[in-house]
């Protein structure tokens, strides 16, 4: 079988102090402060609200996975599900049987209870091809004009096909300014694969965002579990073995570059690994297979000058054990241990029992898939060198969309922001507005109290007034310098009914006073007359004459009158 790996085997050229280039990514242009404080925040907004669903098909089950970090930094495990299931026929695969999977997905999310919709999943190494090829060192505008014109790709990897019939990813893992030159990821699948896959999670009910592929998953659940066990060994070098029915390889993640050799096992093999009755056949298996094994880990060796003491090993064969006493065996000098996806990540209590087996390795790639996020702003994107591989055909599309998602709800809160702070601006003022009115109105009820007391004084007092003002009216219109005018006067005062008003009083200075006023009734005129004559000082008082004054507001229905009053001789 044609190793489609071997082309990652590529000696890394050395600096001065004899080590190899330490990879830089493609290094970000410069940036103002706003412009990278802005996208600071924005990707690591957008990184906390992007809930990644993690999702491993196989022919026999389908796996889902989703963690998240809490207030400390600690992954926890949010959701996890196994759905077994049978239908698939021996040796089928999941893109032989596209309807039976997403139905069997379908299900497997009803049962799981997950809402979250944006879903990773990993293709097999099988179905891509990865290689690390060497370049012209070029400034990533001059790279995406290569890229862009088929030129860089025709030129740097002869693929059998057409390019238009792959969906590729690529990524610069290393420049080398000394030998102007620079190493670039080159990954691929065809696109009818990766059309065939997100069929399937759609007609499940998910939307796939991030099309991984296993070995890359696998080094994701790596990187993430040596970060939170703080692993003793030498963190620029971890290698990995997968070893089981689906796929074989070694994985050497070397200054987060990987280099991945293929292992080959015949179909026989295959059938040794399924039933392992035969002892013969399983240790016949077990010296081919680690002759290549060997091989793989010597040529890194010899290459690179680093020596590989231990290799963490994946795989879905339930007696796993029982070939690792043999590995060792065959090298006694290398570890081999199964790695726990698991390590380290906080796990609750209703989950527990769905991840206490002996062999959790198999669960890697889905675990690795859950720790992906779609990176939007390049949070991730310096970070390792393959950490952020998609091949998602519309993966810029989707970004873009998940920019623009992201500006708004940030443009909204600030909108909101704004509008709450002037509202609690506004509330405070008014608050220190009602506190400074409430102590300026403090004893209102007593002031209030006190001022319907002081009206009614004062109305006392203006009639009171009122009453002494007429009779000073009245008192000036006599003209007499006698003492009985006083007299007549009061009298004459005494005698005035309640609905008659005096308009004016003349006397004249001998014996008759003359009365001009008016009255509401000609039965008031005479009730006048008739308390004048009994008057002591009156000997006689008659009516002289009566009008019906003219055009005085409220007074037309007012009679006016003059009554003569004759004196008593004095």
Known sequence: MKNPFANLFKKKKKDEAGKPPTPTGDKPKKEGFFDKFLKNRLGKQSIKGEEILGVELTPSEIRLSQVSSNKANQWVLDKFFVHKFEGIPENGTVLENPDKVADELKLALQKSKISTTNAAIAIPVTSAIIRVVTAPLMTDEELAKAIDTDSLWENLVQLTDNLADYSIFHQVINRDKTGNTMDILFVASKLSDINSYTDIIKKGGLNAVIIDVKCFALKSAVDQINQIAGS???????????????????????????????????????????????????????????????????????????????????????????????????????????????????????????????????????????????????????????????????????????????????????????????????????????????????????????????????????????????????????????????????????????????????????????????????????????????????????????????????????????????????
């Open 232 to 570: 003793i060994e030498d963190s620029n070098l971890t290698a990995v073995l997968e070893f089981g029915l689906d796929e074989n390889y070694v994985m050497i993640l070397y200054d987060n570059n990987p280099i991945i050799t293929d292992i080959f096992i015949r179909s026989q093999d295959r059938k040794t690994l399924q039933e392992s009755n035969n002892q013969e056949e399983m240790e016949a298996l077990v010296r081919r297979y680690m002759t290549q094994v060997k091989q793989a880990v010597q040529d890194f060796e010899q290459k690179y000058e680093k020596r590989i003491r231990n290799l963490k090993v994946t795989s879905n064969l339930p007696n796993v054990e029982d070939y690792l006493a043999s590995f060792r065996k065959n090298m006694v000098n290398t570890g081999y241990n199964l790695f726990d996806p698991f390590d380290g990540i906080k796990i609750p209590a209703q989950l527990e029992n769905d991840v206490k087996i002996d062999n959790r390795s198999y669960f890697s790639t889905v675990m690795g898939l859950a720790f992906r996020k779609l990176d939007v702003f390049g949070y991730y994107k310096f970070v390792t060198a393959v950490k952020n591989i998609n091949l998602l055909p519309n993966r810029e599309n989707m970004i873009a969309q998940k920019k623009a998602k992201a500006f708004s709800n940030f443009a909204f809160k600030g909108v909101v922001g704004v509008v709450a702070v002037i509202y609690i601006v506004l509330f405070g003022l008014a608050f220190w507005q009602i506190t400074d009115l409430n102590k300026k109105i403090d004893g209102y009820d007593q002031i209030v109290q006190q001022h319907e007391l002081k009206t009614l004084e004062k109305n006392k007092f203006a009639k009171e007034i009122g009453v002494m003002l007429k009779s000073l009216n009245l008192s000036k219109s006599i003209k007499s310098n006698k003492t009985v005018s006083f007299r007549v006067l009061a009298q004459i005062a005494s005698a005035v009914p309640k609905r008659v008003k005096f308009k004016s009083i003349e006397y004249n200075g001998s014996n008759l006073v003359v009365i001009e006023g008016s009255a509401f009734s000609d039965q008031d005129i005479l009730k006048l007359i008739s308390n004048l004559n009994n008057k002591k000082l009156i000997s006689q008082a008659s009516l002289a004459s009566m009008t019906l004054p003219q055009g005085q507001q409220g007074s037309q229905n007012m009679k006016g009158f003059k009554v003569a009053c004759v004196l008593e001789a004095s």
